[in-house]
């Protein structure tokens, strides 16, 4: 296989892994000797006709498919909310695993299309509230959430409006906003988030089962922390929305909500009733590829599960590391003051970025070891940002791919442009989702050609870029198969990159 098609392998392993299926199975065991008795994590729940179940998220009908076989008929009721078509993609694509049974006593409410709230998914929000608020001290309340939670449980705060809350979370998100920053702001705009379905369901004994799509794994930015008591303040709040400069166009029914939120989301004094765990997550994603990497013959190395920050300075990185690597290959003293001059601005970048778990002096040392007498695989993972300046159609893992494209295309115009051209380089950025943005691509690859070969076919990458219109090229470029095509995964924990580089034949 070529480079390309050992990326697309690595990639499609690393989602294999995290796959809800065989991760709920993993977590959860019903042990029917005696009393029947939920196990989660080793952790003993009795059960007797007591157990409910909601959920929502892009990888939440496969876990409910998952913990319905596992539970049969001690699952009472469950209401679940999931994107938009996700049920006729599975079915088309033979993921018939992933689907509830004929039946079934959970309710599937679709809604979220494009990943953006919407009526359908807040009808989908007011159900799982009800259900919540009906139960019991006797209950349990087994709650599956994963990435793309916040569209699919929009339940603005009244007097808010679900259209008012979108357009401030649109408009942070064009400025660059951090998924923290922006969820802090979803939390206090919101009746179920930061802690409110946990709130509702009190005091019946809710169990969050959790597949991360936020670095860190924090519990209460993923899907704005449901299940979470939420530690954020009015304060906090007007300080994001200040830093992006939209205090001045704020709603009057939003002002009104945050400025009463402090009061209003205190953690409760007891939060016993609660009790989350992380079933899944980029790392063990990345884990994977590597094994995968590793079997196909490749050096292999995780530079981190936390990469993020705006696109254009991580393309940036990559394309100091993919340099550096090719320079450190050449067997010639005379690259000796270019070698310290890349490594010094990637060392000066990977400072910049402050990202969690890349310790460049390790990798660096185990990069320099290599003449790449075999290839070389650099993997990665987290999630990066786009700040819009255009408006064209595209995802942050299409226009990270371009502009490592673009990065690579400079550099060989500069003294590494002569140890580039002794290797072949293939870049892959991909979300474990299987949806890039508001398009039908996962992400993109490049090779460190195509922006010459862009032009070749009077494409313009640099302008598309201005236009943030990734997908619009690269559907043009090659015919598009330059794009990651791989339909909804029915899982989600962030991104995965990749960097292949081989020595060219001859």
């Avoid at 979220?112 to 989908?124: F, G, I, M, Q």
């Avoid at 380089?425 to 996962?442: K, Y």
Wanted: aromatic content about 4%.
């Amino acid at each position: 296989m070529g480079l390309k098609e050992h990326a697309l392998h690595f990639f499609c392993s690393a989602v294999a892994r995290v796959r809800p299926g065989p991760m709920m199975k993993r977590a959860l065991v019903l042990e029917t000797d005696g009393c029947p008795t939920l196990v989660l994590h080793g952790r003993p729940f009795e059960l007797k006709r007591n157990l409910y179940l909601v959920g929502f998220g892009k990888a939440v009908l496969g876990m409910a498919a998952a913990a319905e076989d596992i539970l049969g008929d001690h699952l009472i009721q469950g209401v679940i909310s999931v994107p938009q078509g996700i049920q006729e993609t599975l079915q088309q694509s033979g993921m018939r695993e992933m689907l509830l049974k004929p039946g079934s006593r959970i309710q599937v409410m679709e809604g979220a299309k494009h990943n953006l709230p919407d009526r359908a998914a807040l009808k989908a929000a007011r159900a799982i509230w009800d259900l919540a608020k009906g139960l019991t001290a006797e209950d349990l309340l087994l709650v599956l959430i994963s990435g793309g939670g916040s569209a699919l449980l929009p339940a603005p705060r009244p007097p808010v409006t679900l259209e008012e809350k979108e357009a401030i979370t649109r408009l942070l998100a064009s400025k660059g906003a951090s998924i923290q920053e922006l969820n802090t702001i979803r939390k206090a705009l919101s009746l179920l988030k930061g802690g409110g379905l946990a709130q509702a369901a009190y005091p019946a004994q809710v169990l969050g089962l959790i597949l991360s799509d936020v670095i860190g794994d924090p519990l209460d930015i993923i899907a704005s922390g449901p299940t979470v008591a939420s530690s954020h303040s009015a304060q906090g709040c007007f300080q994001i929305l200040a830093k992006y400069d939209l205090l001045s166009t704020l709603p009057e029914s939003v002002r009104t909500v945050l400025s009463c939120s402090g009061a209003e989301h205190r953690p409760p004094k007891n939060y016993s009733h609660v009790y989350n765990t992380v079933i899944g997550s980029n790392k063990l994603a990345l884990e994977e590829a590597r094994q995968r990497a590793e079997d196909s013959g490749y050096l292999a190395v995780i530079l981190s599960d936390a990469v993020f920050g705006e696109v254009s300075t991580v393309a940036r990185l990559y394309s100091l590391l993919i340099q550096l690597v090719c320079i450190n290959a050449v067997r010639d003293a005379g690259v000796g003051y270019l070698k310290e001059k890349v490594q010094g601005a990637l060392s000066s970048l990977s400072a910049e970025l402050e990202i969690l778990g890349l310790t460049l002096t390790d990798s660096l040392r185990t990069l320099q070891e290599t003449h790449l007498e075999k290839p070389l695989c650099l993997l990665a993972g987290g999630e990066t940002t786009v700040q819009i300046q255009g408006n064209g159609k595209g995802g942050r893992n299409q226009e990270l791919t371009l502009r490592v494209a673009l990065e690579l295309h400079r550099a060989k115009s500069t003294p590494a442009g002569s140890t580039l051209e002794k290797y072949e380089v293939v870049f892959l950025s991909g979300g474990t989702d299987g949806q890039d943005g508001p398009t039908e691509a996962a992400g993109a690859f490049c090779t460190q050609e195509l922006v010459q070969e862009a032009k070749l076919e009077g494409l313009d990458v640099e302008g598309f870029l201005r236009n943030n219109d990734s997908y619009t090229l690269l559907t043009k470029f090659h015919r598009g198969c330059h794009l990651l095509m791989t339909g909804l995964t029915g899982t989600n924990v962030m991104d995965i990159h990749a960097v292949l580089i081989r020595a060219r034949e001859g």
